[in-house]
């Protein structure tokens, strides 16, 4: 079983800078992407920014530039670093791990509310 546990959401103005943690008990598999998921006030859940085991990052087109996703895997703990925030940004931050082979493997965090005041 794998426990995916955020940390570091909270009320920012706007042009401001959070960073959200995700730290997972469990086992991170090579084939898992790790990724950030939010959710804006009457909007559907969308993908933010993901990473996989090699490095390799996708990034939401209205986010480049401004958030940067990295893993720390002595510490099994995955981050965002979020600059030049917006109001457009707020929502709850989701993180989740999810395998590139094992379907039913797919887990998700409790969420961390994001808010930015302009």
């Known amino acids: 079983q794998v426990l995916l546990v955020e940390s570091g959401g909270g009320l920012v103005q706007a042009g401001g800078s959070l960073r959200l943690s995700c730290a997972v008990s469990?086992?991170?598999?090579?084939?898992?992407?790790m990724a950030w998921y939010r959710r804006a006030p009457g909007k559907q859940r969308e993908l933010v920014a993901h990473?996989?085991?090699?490095?390799?990052?996708y990034y939401l087109e209205s986010v480049k530039g401004r958030f940067t996703i990295s893993r720390d895997n002595a510490k099994n703990t995955v981050y965002l670093q979020m600059n030049s925030l917006k109001p457009e940004d707020t929502g709850v931050y989701y993180c989740?791990?999810?395998?590139?082979?094992?379907?039913?493997?797919?887990?998700w965090g409790q969420g961390t509310q994001v808010t930015v005041s302009s």
């Open positions: 469990g086992t991170i598999l090579s084939v898992d992407v």
């Open positions: 989740n791990l999810r395998s590139s082979v094992y379907t039913e493997r797919n887990y």
């Open positions: 990473i996989i085991s090699g490095g390799s990052t």
